[in-house]
């Protein structure tokens, strides 16, 4: 895990290996550090053959992690207007390599949080399912840093979605193969238990040319109402695949603004956000009204959520990496997917698919019932601005209407 100091005002954040650039400023009243995992960061030898997380880790000098220091699933429900007790059917988190202690950590999450507790863990309880699937049918080895991602995902879709049922399905390795095996088997669960939910994938790796011949891979069996959610990656202005597919929800990041009490003052871009014309994808229908921005391609993020590690979220996480465990603070757009995938699914609408569910997206375009456009803040080269655009897409939640 590399580390990487976050010095107060306008600290410049480098993930080595992806030429992320983050411009961040002070985090609320103190400094701190971010981390960025191994797991976060593309090699040079990962091009169009193995994807990475999208997540971030802010040590505060006061969080020992023993105790929340983020966000937390009730704070984060009155910026985006919800009520964190709905939730049905499945949420199917897909990520890579073993996390063995994610029922044990969820049922620790949903305790601090008063959410529904691991019906495995505490039985006779008010509990949700939990299970965990090994795509390939064998248990993979474990990696710290993906099972940082597989904490931040199943909590944060259980925070938002509180009653559904949710399931970890874990891929071999990190490889695009392996991945999409685990999206596979994660479809075929869902198919099997009441065909309605969501998929959600925080991972992704650079646009590589081939990447339309898996779009089909996010769509659902016949039958099944599935609609896919992806990151749409950590490096400001730059586009990350499957976050590009017609087929998924990308989720794109902000920053949730606090004064000294605490009160909540606003939302901006986050520096972060992943966003642009895809360089394969061409523009799908529903993004018809966007062609003077998007030109013909399809342009991304879609909707997006707080992402930016300054206002990051709440994650219990047992598994020491790097010597961290316990309670910490994650930011990245993979804060973003499982959230947003959490909120469409207490929506309760369930659409038949993604490119369903992104036509009531962007038909809806505008509406400050539904969504808070996000008019300031930067990404790469791109600028949030009054209705849509590359940093924060369609813009942030307000309520369940038109989702």
């Known amino acids: 895990m590399k580390r990487v100091v976050f010095a107060s005002l306008a600290a410049a954040i480098v993930a080595a290996g992806t030429g992320s650039l983050y411009a961040q400023g002070r985090a609320h009243e103190d400094d701190g550090q971010i981390f960025v995992p191994g797991s976060s960061q593309e090699g040079p030898d990962d091009h169009g053959l193995r994807a990475h997380t999208n997540h971030v880790l802010h040590i505060r000098p006061q969080a020992t992690g023993t105790a929340p220091a983020g966000e937390t699933p009730g704070s984060i429900s009155s910026v985006y207007n919800v009520a964190s007790t709905g939730g049905s059917g499945v949420i199917a988190i897909v990520d890579a390599y073993d996390y063995p202690t994610a029922a044990a950590d969820l049922d620790k999450f949903s305790v601090q949080f008063g959410l529904p507790r691991v019906c495995s863990v505490a039985p006779g309880t008010t509990c949700i399912n939990f299970e965990v699937k090994y795509a390939n049918g064998r248990q993979p080895r474990a990696n710290c840093g993906w099972a940082q991602e597989s904490a931040l995902d199943i909590e944060w879709a259980h925070a938002m979605a509180p009653k559904a049922r949710i399931v970890l399905v874990e891929a ?30 925080s991972w992704g790796g650079s646009e590589f040319s081939s990447e339309r011949s898996y779009d089909s891979t996010f769509t659902a069996p016949g039958g099944s109402s599935i609609v896919f959610f992806a990151a749409s990656g950590d490096t400001g202005g ?8 017609p087929n998924v929800v990308s989720a794109g990041g902000t920053r949730i603004n606090r004064n000294s009490s605490r009160a ?16 394969y994808e061409p523009r799908p229908s529903y993004q018809t009204n966007l062609s003077v921005i998007a030109g013909n391609h399809r342009g991304v993020p879609d909707f997006s959520f707080d992402a930016d590690p300054a206002s990051g979220v709440s994650v219990y996480d047992s598994t020491s990496c790097q010597g961290y465990s316990g309670w910490m603070v994650f930011g990245g757009t993979s804060v973003a997917s499982p ?11 369930f659409y038949l698919d993604s490119p369903h569910e992104l036509s009531i997206l962007y038909s809806n375009l505008g509406k400050s019932a539904m969504f808070r456009d996000i008019t300031s803040g930067s990404a790469g080269s791109y600028s949030a601005k009054t209705g849509w655009d590359f940093v924060t897409g369609v813009g942030s939640n307000q309520g369940y209407d038109g989702k």
Do not use: C
């Open 172 to 201: 071999a390795s990190s490889s695009f193969t392996d991945l999409f095996q685990a999206v596979g088997v994660a479809k075929n669960y869902i198919a099997t238990n009441g065909d309605l939910g969501e998929i959600s994938m």
């Open 339 to 349: 959230s947003l995938a959490g909120i469409v699914n207490a929506a309760n609408h």
């Open 238 to 245: 730059r586009t990350i695949y499957p976050g590009v597919s």
């Open 264 to 279: 909540f003052t606003g939302e901006t871009g986050w520096s972060g956000s992943g966003g642009g014309p895809s360089a």
